[in-house]
């Protein structure tokens, strides 16, 4: 049973990672994230493989080579098709999310895996390099599901002193399949020109896993108590989340966060729009979506060789580079799980893109003269090794861990949609336009990346507050005078931290 104070009223447990809930964040993380950075990485290797398969067959079909701004044009295409087809998925959040709840979207997301993990292992043989387009955009559209329901079914189950560090697992699993992609890729596995279809074909195993296993863990209480009414049911899966039975705290806090917002019911996107009292949650989600994306993170991930090439690394040793600074992303996701709670989110953020800032000017800087000064391809692979960590300690996974503590439980599945869309059409414009941008202006492309970070450090700084072991409705009262709108909870304020109502004087919300 809860401890209890003295009136007799129930105080709030401190969450802990029971077996249940750490296997469904790793599930639903591995089944789902890490094809996400998988698929990010994939094709970088044997990128030069890939495009002699373009050549090869265009030149079978039509008996003359293809000329190389038509290449240059169709491999951006082929890389870019991710992104885009990660923005559909992302407009697909809300519908699915709702309907299907959080963990049966996720089931039903594999479909979107498995299916061009068949078609690119079959590329080569079908002598198709059309079909690898295509299934790159199917396999966007999985990952843009992904990237935005996994935090959200993580955020949904977890308690609140857990929920940015499980939050973050995601990410984790991005850059682990960033990694796994490079490692994969080296010439002597799979990056070479009889590994590299077998090398695409393998990121429909994680999601294979996730259809046989996620079945067998609970739905987001959230959703089925909030958006479905079902109160045994929730109260089953939080007995099984939480590892107790007396979930009476947790439940009245939910019931208070549905009683708020009754109002409202579910939001579309347009309402959401529309909504005052939601109008800086919206525009911070925003703003720190598309400083992640535009910081050029994507950038360095999808050109990476081109990148360590134009620093003067050989290119023998380039693909050793490349997966030495996979295993420093990996790293900092790994710091930013253990660290998130005790540093709180908003310094994460602040950091991380102060860092990014910094390294892209010094890369910007050291890419210039390396003509003249023998040492300088050294300091562009630090610069980049830096930014590396500035952006896997906050930019790469504490957006998604805030934007899911903004909203409350009905805005949220529109929030993620509106979030995620931006978040992949950013990462598209990276992805199609940074060669061309590389080409036009050399290392002063980067320039460009440093300005973003610091317009989005400094929205951060003047607007975004600090968001751990705070509840959702707490996250909402404290966005409510920015909004220049009333909450009314009850008798004015919300209980004190610990200290929760009764069930009988669940609190009322309104808002002007």
């Known amino acids: 049973m809860a401890d209890t104070e003295e009136w007799g009223k129930p105080v709030e447990r401190k969450g802990r990672l029971t077996v249940v809930l750490a296997l469904a964040t790793l599930i639903a993380a591995f089944g789902s994230s890490f094809q996400y950075g998988y698929?990010?990485?994939?094709?970088?290797?044997?990128?030069?493989?890939?495009?002699?398969?373009?050549?090869?067959?265009?030149?079978?079909?039509?008996?003359?080579?293809?000329?190389?701004?038509?290449?240059?044009?169709?491999?951006?295409?082929?890389?870019?098709?991710?992104?885009?087809?990660?923005?559909?998925?992302?407009?697909?959040?809300?519908?699915?999310?709702?309907?299907?709840?959080?963990?049966?979207?996720?089931?039903?997301?594999?479909?979107?895996?498995?299916?061009?993990?068949?078609?690119?292992?079959?590329?080569?043989?079908?002598?198709?390099?059309?079909?690898?387009?295509?299934?790159?955009?199917?396999?966007?559209?999985?990952?843009?599901?992904?990237?935005?329901?996994?935090?959200?079914y993580l955020g949904e189950?977890?308690?609140?002193?857990?929920?940015?560090?499980?939050?973050?697992?995601?990410?984790?699993?991005?850059?682990?399949?960033?990694?796994?992609?490079?490692?994969?890729?080296?010439?002597?596995?799979?990056?070479?020109?009889?590994?590299?279809?077998?090398?695409?074909?393998?990121?429909?195993?994680?999601?294979?896993?996730?259809?046989?296993?996620?079945?067998?863990?609970?739905?987001?209480?959230r959703y089925m108590l909030i958006q479905n009414g079902d109160e045994q049911k929730t109260t089953k899966a939080l007995q099984r989340l939480r590892g107790w039975d007396d979930v009476d705290s947790e439940l009245l806090e939910m019931r208070q966060e549905d009683q708020s917002e009754k109002a409202e019911g579910h939001l579309s996107v347009f309402s959401l729009l529309a909504q005052r009292s939601l109008r800086w949650q919206l525009i911070s989600i925003v703003v720190m979506m598309m400083g992640q994306q535009l910081s050029g993170v994507n950038a360095i991930y999808y050109y990476a060789d081109i990148i360590y090439s134009s620093a003067g690394v050989r290119e023998s040793d380039i693909q050793y580079v490349t997966?030495?600074?996979?295993?420093?992303?990996?790293?900092?996701?790994?710091?930013?799980?253990?660290?998130?709670?005790?540093?709180?989110?908003r310094l994460l953020l602040l950091c991380g893109f102060g860092i990014c800032c910094g390294a892209s000017v010094l890369l910007t800087v050291a890419l210039n003269l390396q003509e003249t000064v023998t040492w300088m391809p050294y300091v562009s692979i630090a610069s980049v090794i830096i930014y590396i960590i500035g952006h896997g300690m906050g930019p790469s996974p504490i957006p998604p861990v805030v934007g899911t503590e903004m909203f409350r439980q009905t805005a949220r599945p529109?929030?993620?949609?509106?979030?995620?869309?931006?978040?992949?059409?950013?990462?598209?414009?990276?992805?199609?336009?940074?060669?061309?941008?590389?080409?036009?202006?050399?290392?002063?492309?980067?320039?460009?990346?440093?300005?973003?970070?610091?317009?989005?450090?400094?929205?951060?700084?003047?607007?975004?507050?600090?968001?751990?072991?705070?509840?959702?409705?707490?996250?909402?009262?404290?966005?409510?005078?920015?909004?220049?709108?009333?909450?009314?909870?009850?008798?004015?304020?919300?209980?004190?931290?610990?200290?929760?109502?009764?069930?009988?004087?669940?609190?009322?919300?309104?808002?002007?």
């Open 414 to 512: 529109a929030a993620f949609m509106v979030a995620g869309s931006v978040h992949w059409l950013s990462n598209f414009v990276v992805g199609l336009i940074f060669p061309f941008l590389e080409r036009g202006l050399g290392p002063y492309s980067f320039i460009i990346f440093a300005v973003i970070c610091l317009v989005t450090l400094i929205y951060i700084w003047l607007v975004v507050p600090e968001t751990k072991e705070k509840t959702f409705l707490e996250v909402f009262q404290m966005f409510a005078k920015r909004n220049k709108v009333e909450l009314n909870l009850g008798d004015g304020d919300l209980p004190p931290k610990g200290l929760k109502e009764s069930p009988e004087d669940a609190l009322k919300a309104t808002q002007f």
């Open 157 to 221: 189950i977890a308690p609140k002193n857990l929920r940015g560090a499980l939050c973050i697992v995601p990410e984790l699993f991005i850059t682990f399949g960033i990694l796994c992609a490079q490692v994969l890729g080296l010439r002597n596995i799979l990056g070479n020109s009889t590994g590299w279809t077998l090398m695409l074909g393998l990121t429909g195993i994680p999601a294979a896993i996730q259809l046989l296993l996620l079945p067998f863990f609970p739905e987001s209480p």
């Open 39 to 152: 698929n990010v990485s994939v094709v970088n290797s044997p990128s030069q493989f890939m495009q002699q398969f373009y050549n090869t067959t265009y030149t079978e079909r039509y008996h003359s080579p293809m000329e190389e701004n038509v290449l240059t044009l169709l491999w951006s295409i082929s890389v870019s098709m991710f992104p885009l087809g990660g923005f559909f998925g992302s407009l697909m959040v809300a519908p699915l999310a709702n309907k299907l709840g959080r963990k049966g979207t996720l089931l039903f997301n594999n479909i979107f895996s498995i299916v061009p993990a068949i078609m690119m292992g079959v590329s080569e043989i079908a002598k198709s390099y059309e079909i690898i387009i295509v299934a790159r955009f199917i396999v966007g559209i999985c990952a843009g599901l992904s990237s935005t329901v996994v935090p959200m």
């Open 323 to 345: 997966v030495g600074t996979g295993a420093v992303n990996v790293f900092m996701s790994v710091i930013a799980v253990f660290i998130v709670e005790a540093s709180g989110r």
